[in-house]
């Protein structure tokens, strides 16, 4: 056997190559981001203004960057990845005195438990069935005109998915809308309106609460950090997020309504599954979980006034739900640990840009001498919308966040947040987010009808934001 046709049999085999397409496998890809990261770090190294630390810092931000583009590891191992580099190439573990143990604190950040408390609340609603019969509820009471529907169908998935992951909204949505679909026939315009309508108020629901996606706490976390730390309430993100949520949800459900026009007939929402589950007599568990979750929401929005953390007030549904029974073990297990994991990564990531002296690095590089701080606010806000569509919100938020603080001196807070709200508004392609990818699964939708839909949003979501945020921000401050 000649040396060629065995090196192209022992490709498959170590994943060299795609046996399938030819194209380079995972472990190819990933020797091509460390080997492009060392090289950016080598040759910036000699540059006198680049501190030791941040040139190891520029490492570990261009293998992260890298890998979250390609997506070569899944998003959250990229997150680990980066707090064992911050460990071994800052933390510096062997030396004495290295005080290494400071980069996997990050791991009981008070955002990473905020967010935990959110997973425990929103695994409560779906063991006792608290989010089904918000959703039949809210469906049963707007009527059968297909305008309506799909306007209720919107609105409980944008509720629903302020405080749950909107992949398990999506899930539970396309359950819950199952019997009116089937009504319309496959194929029909009505449905893919429908099915495009709760891919839309999922993604956008994150906006509308703290807890809602990522990149708002990745936000928060970032001006937490500022000298003097700019802290957002659960209260006051509610009040920037919400109104350009729900004022692009609504134009989002006119434009539905005018591309896929009203199929004409009443549709049955009266099923008798639904008047099942409706009628069933609450049980003890859906009680502790509706007491926990409206005891929760509420010290979530007061804490300004009772001064207890919002991340503190976490632990009453986590401790609630856990030693009642609500909550299994099997449970707890099955929360989504990968999601905290991607986002102790990215503070982790962010320490480093900002406390090494990176991001000023970075910044002192760029040609921003003729952008105002509205010019850049924008220009960030639209780069993050082009960024989220063809990676992770979260990883785009983790890159883009650290180097706008310190990018936009003075106006920190609108630069972040502005960032934050852009990055739940990418949603133009199947692989851009899970709900996307969900409703283009059924079959009912094709790529064309989500990137028609999705640029819309692009396009006016950030902006809508970013002017209701200078007015918010006149007002909170």
Not at 178 to 184: D, S, T
């Amino acid at each position: 056997m000649s040396e060629p046709s065995t090196r192209r049999s022992l490709h498959p085999r170590l994943g060299l190559l795609n046996p399938q397409t030819g194209w380079p496998g995972r472990p190819l890809i990933f020797i091509l981001c460390l080997i492009t990261a060392i090289v950016v770090e080598a040759w910036f190294r000699p540059d006198l203004s680049l501190s030791r630390e941040a040139s190891r810092a520029l490492f570990i931000l261009v293998l992260a960057v890298l890998l979250w583009v390609t997506e070569v590891v899944p998003a959250f191992a990229v997150g680990i990845l980066v707090i064992a580099l911050n460990v071994a190439l800052l933390g510096k573990p062997a030396q004495a005195g290295s005080q290494w143990e400071q980069h996997v604190q990050v791991i009981g950040h008070p955002l990473i438990w905020l967010f935990f408390g959110g997973f425990v609340l929103a695994a409560g609603m779906e063991r006792c069935g608290l989010d089904r019969r918000m959703a039949l509820g809210l469906l049963r009471r707007v009527g059968g005109r297909y305008r309506n529907v799909m306007l209720g169908t919107m609105l409980a998935t944008f509720v629903l998915s302020m405080f749950m992951s909107n992949t398990a909204t999506t899930a539970m949505m396309l359950a819950v809308i199952a019997p009116v679909l089937h009504q319309f026939g496959t194929g029909s315009q009505a449905g893919k309106g429908l099915l495009l309508g709760i891919a839309v108020a999922s993604n956008l629901g994150g906006m509308g609460s703290l807890i809602g996606t990522p990149p708002n706490a990745i936000a928060v976390a970032a001006l937490g950090k500022l000298d003097p730390p700019q802290v957002i309430t659960f209260l006051d993100w509610m009040v920037i997020g919400l109104p350009p949520a729900m004022g692009s949800m609504l134009l989002i459900w006119a434009l539905l309504l005018w591309i896929y026009p009203d199929p004409g007939y009443e549709i049955q929402l009266d099923t008798p599954a639904s008047d099942s589950e409706l009628s069933e007599p609450a049980t003890w568990q859906f009680l502790v979980v509706s007491g926990s979750l409206m005891t929760t929401i509420g010290f979530w929005l007061t804490s300004s006034w009772h001064g207890i953390p919002t991340a503190a007030v976490s632990f009453l549904p986590i401790v609630i739900l856990t030693s009642t029974g609500v909550l299994s073990a099997k449970d707890i297990r099955g929360l989504n640990y990968d999601v905290l994991f991607l986002m102790a990564g990215g503070i982790a990531l962010g320490n480093a840009v900002t406390t090494t002296g990176l991001s000023n690095w970075i910044v002192a590089k760029l040609p921003l001498e003729f952008l105002g701080p509205v010019s850049l606010t924008f220009l960030l806000a639209y780069v993050t919308v082009m960024l989220s569509n063809i990676m992770s919100n979260t990883a785009a938020s983790n890159i883009l966040i650290p180097l706008a603080v310190t990018m936009a001196a003075g106006s920190e807070t609108t630069v972040a947040i502005g960032v934050a709200i852009a990055a739940s508004s990418a949603m133009c392609l199947p692989v851009a987010t899970p709900p996307n990818a969900m409703v283009f699964a059924t079959g009912w939708i094709k790529t064309w009808d989500l990137v028609r839909v999705g640029l819309v949003v692009g396009l006016i979501t950030p902006a809508i934001g970013l002017i209701w945020l200078a007015f918010c921000l006149k007002l909170i401050y």
